[in-house]
């Protein structure tokens, strides 16, 4: 499932935290809005429960989508109403493509510092 953000101004993304239910792989990635392949963050191998995949990477302005491919299942909220999410004016997350946005969708607690003018 894909979530769609927009980028404000320009951040460094560091990371983010994921819940795997198992054990697996997991390959996070991050689009532009027209399909082009950001960035991408590879956990060779991921165990069940908590853990944070590094991106590392500049997003500039403009807007995206973040979606996963893998073996192992995400957590997510289902009994969520809250879109769109805004995060000091720098991050909006839209929503995602699943039941009407009723679910919160698989990446928590996302770590990103502003890139200075």
Known sequence: EKVYFIVRSPIFLKSMKVDAKGSGYLRAKIYTDDGTLVVEAY???ITDGEEML???HILPIGTYYLTHDGNTELGFNDNFVGYPIKS???IELTGTEYQNNSYY???YEWEYS???D
Do not use: A, R, T
Request: glycine share 6%.
């Open 43 to 45: 956990n060779d191998e």
């Open 54 to 56: 590094s991106f590392n």
């Open 88 to 90: 000091n004016g720098l």
């Open 105 to 107: 969708m698989y990446y």
């Open 114 to 116: 502003v890139i200075p």
